[in-house]
Structure formats: structure tokens, C-alpha cells
């Protein structure tokens, strides 16, 4: 059975115009799974359905009502899914495509989106900006819980200086969650540290890197080998300053956080 995602944008905000569309929807035998409303003037349904025609005949149908516009029929993407669980859009950037911004009061969502990446098996690399105690690192473990997957700390100063030097058992399982501070690795002179996270990278899993501008710094990595950027901010005009980072790192020292 396959899933479609269908948003439209009401032109008039008539009664009974919803019960309209459910009903067409429930004639073609499509099933409703999930709907709610997506931003301003807008609605979104997660639809399933046994027959791609009923889905072809629905939207030539839908297309002939002046009360609404469709705005999307397509396969569900991630953020479609979460529009319609959560009623809102992730933000997204408009000349990075693959950077989505939340402040701290839409951790839940931050999570839930994080979770549904996390999902996904193979290489996935995600890196994480945000302001020294916004909810970046319990973020990434809160996702890992929700998509069942167990998590691993290279480096982090969640609640003291963590450097992994070597994994041992299952922890080099591809379907963990390897997760890593940029200024903690990018910083320590540790050989075995380091040749451990060159090892990972190379690892066909999710890996999460707070920092990601630090991490990349000096290195053989491109902020551009990052499939997704998430940035985390207290409030929408907060800056994220590295310098201001470093001043709120007790590793730091030098002007390693002068760009």
C-alpha cells in the first residue's frame, strides 16, 4: 500500500469544504491516516491507498475546486510527515537547502526529526550549531531513544571531557549512533582519538557532530560533506558566535576560535 502526501491552501474557507475532500477521498477507496493543519491557511493529509489510479483520479478531481489550490501531492518526505504530526513547516534555509533551524521551544519537533533521520540505514552525516547549553547534545540522545537506536559518545562535555579512543564489543555497529563534540575532537592532540573518528567517518552510519564549522577546521572535511546542518538557537535573531563558544568551553585556549 502506498503513502502520499496531499497539502492544499484554502481560497475559501467555506463549511463542510474538509468533508467534501473526505468524502471524494473515501469514494476513490484512499485512506485518510493522518491530518491536520500546516501553517497559515493550510492543511495537509497523509493519505494511503492500494491503487496509484485512485490517487492520478483524485488529483485531476481536486485540481476543479475553486475553494482550494493544491500546493503538493507527492510521496511523503520527512518534513511532510512531521508537518502533519506536528501542524507547522521545519524551517528551512532558502540558499542551503539541506540547514533547518528550531529554537529551543520546538525541541519536540527538533527531536521527532532528528528520530525519523535516524531511522534511515546507511551513511548519514548531520552536523549540529548552536550556543553553548541550548539542548543540542540531550537533543541527539532524546532522537536516539525514539528511533530505538543505542548511541555512542566519541568526544562530548555533556557532563565531563569525554575523548574515546577505541570502541569495543557491538559499539562498532553500523546501526549506532556515533555522536562527537567538533571543538573536543578538533582540539585534543591524541593520535588514537583521532585516528578512531577517521575510522567512523568512514562507517557506513548516522554520525552527529556538534560544531560542525570547528570540526571541518584544519581537516580533510567539508562542511559540504554534510548531508544535513541543524541549527538550534534560544530565540529565532540568536547569533551563534564561535568565539563566544570558546570563551564557554574550558578546552579552549589560543585563538582556535578566532574565525
Same mark, same amino acid.
Given at each position: ?16 469544504l474538509?468533508g467534501d ?40 478531481? %481536486?485540481?476543479?475546486? !475553486? =475553494?482550494?489550490r ?8 520527512v ?10 513547516? #521545519?524551517?528551512?534555509?532558502a =540558499? ?8 529551543? =521551544? ?5 527531536? !521527532?526529526? *532528528? ?10 552525516l548531520? /552536523?549540529?550549531? /548552536? ?14 531513544v ?5 548511541? #555512542?559518545?566519541?568526544?562530548?562535555? *555533556? ?9 569495543? /564489543?557491538d ?11 567538533? %571543538? ?9 582519538h583521532l585516528?578512531? %573518528?577517521?575510522e567512523?567517518?568512514? *562507517? ?5 557532530i ?5 570540526f571541518v ?5 567539508n #562542511? ?19 568565539d563566544?563558544?570558546?570563551?564557554? !568551553?574550558?578546552?579552549?585556549? /589560543?585563538?582556535f576560535?578566532?574565525?
Open positions: 500500500m502506498g503513502e502520499w502526501y496531499f497539502e492544499y491552501e484554502i481560497q475559501v474557507n467555506r463549511p463542510g474538509l475532500i473526505a468524502s471524494l477521498l473515501g469514494m476513490l477507496k484512499v485512506n485518510i491516516v493522518t491530518i491536520n493543519g500546516v501553517d497559515e491557511g493550510r492543511r495537509g493529509l497523509l493519505l494511503k491507498s492500494e491503487n496509484e489510479e485512485s490517487i492520478r483520479r483524485f488529483q485531476s478531481i %481536486v485540481n476543479t475546486i !475553486d =475553494d482550494i493544491v500546493t503538493k501531492l507527492r510521496e511523503p518526505k518534513r511532510d510527515r512531521l508537518a502533519v504530526r506536528h501542524g507547522q513547516y #521545519i524551517e528551512r534555509d =540558499d542551503e537547502k539541506n540547514t533547518f533551524r528550531f529554537v529551543r =521551544d520546538e525541541l519536540g519537533i527538533l527531536v !521527532d526529526f *532528528m528520530a525519523e533521520l535516524f531511522k534511515t540505514e546507511g551513511h548519514k548531520i /552536523g549540529i550549531r /548552536g550556543m553553548p547549553r541550548v539542548g543540542k547534545t540531550e537533543s541527539i540522545v532524546a532522537a536516539s525514539c528511533a530505538n537506536k543505542k548511541w #555512542i559518545f566519541l568526544s562530548s562535555t *555533556m557532563i565531563k571531557q569525554t575523548i574515546r579512543k577505541q570502541l569495543m /564489543g559499539e562498532f555497529n553500523t546501526n549506532n549512533i556515533f555522536i562527537l563534540d567538533g %571543538v573536543v575532537s578538533r582540539m585534543t592532540t591524541d593520535e588514537r585516528q578512531l %573518528v577517521r567512523v567517518m568512514k *562507517m557506513p552510519s548516522v554520525k552527529v556538534e560544531h560542525p564549522d570547528i577546521k584544519h581537516s580533510e572535511y #562542511i559540504e560533506d554534510f548531508d544535513y546542518i541543524i541549527e538550534l538557537r534560544h530565540h529565532p535573531d540568536e547569533e551563534i558566535v564561535y563566544a563558544i570558546g570563551k564557554n !568551553d574550558t578546552f579552549a585556549n /589560543g585563538d576560535f578566532s574565525f
